[in-house]
């Protein structure tokens, strides 16, 4: 399972379920903090930064990131943050 999520509140609405699904996730910079990241790696979930910050009210941009992981990984379930 992956979360792809663009703003800290995103995070913090799906933390739990990360957490209980040791989910993957993708996020955009800035979200956790590089203590966030260490205590989220030692948990067994895996964090991927974004290369370009995605504008969570920019479709297209969204629609682009979403293509990108599921080439990467198409056989897996993707939540994608909604504003």
């Known amino acids: 399972m992956i979360y792809l999520i663009f703003t800290q509140a995103g995070f913090e609405d799906a933390k739990q379920s990360v957490l209980e699904s040791t989910a993957t996730l993708w996020l955009n910079n800035g ?22 910050s995605i504008d ?21 379930e993707l939540f994608v943050e909604y504003l």
């Open 31 to 52: 979200i956790l903090s590089e203590g966030e990241i260490q205590q989220l790696s030692a948990l067994g979930i895996r964090i991927n930064i974004l290369a370009k």
């Open 56 to 76: 969570p009210t920019n479709e297209r941009e969204i629609v682009t990131a979403i293509e990108s992981i599921e080439t990467a990984y198409p056989d897996t």
